[in-house]
């Protein structure tokens, strides 16, 4: 499987993408972290969102399990689709 071909974001430096089929017509999109962790071999994984291929949408992650709320892609960053709850003054900060 692939990244959904419209998405904007290429991974940070140390992190990779990883797509895996979630639903019929929804992909998970997993960001892989490749540092080196004391407490695990493994490669740490965070849900980045979920992408409805059928809809061409793109939706913030609850947990792993489930899907949020649709969002804008220009909205999202490289480590995720949750969107943030800034007030106005942090909002201008962070443009």
């Not at 992408?51 to 649709?70: D, H, S």
């Not at 909205?75 to 201008?92: F, K, S, V, W």
């Amino acid at each position: 499987m692939e990244l959904p071909p419209d998405f904007p974001h290429q991974p940070p430096k140390g992190f990779s993408y990883e797509v895996r089929q979630f639903k019929r017509n929804c992909i998970s999109i997993w960001i892989c972290n490749h540092g080196i962790f004391s407490y695990t071999s493994e490669t740490p994984k965070s849900i980045w969102g979920f992408f409805n291929g059928k809809k061409g949408e793109y939706y913030a992650p609850i947990n792993a399990t489930k899907c949020g709320n649709k969002v804008n892609v220009e909205n999202t960053t490289p480590y995720t689709a949750m969107q943030l709850n800034l007030n106005p003054l942090e909002a201008q900060l962070f443009r």
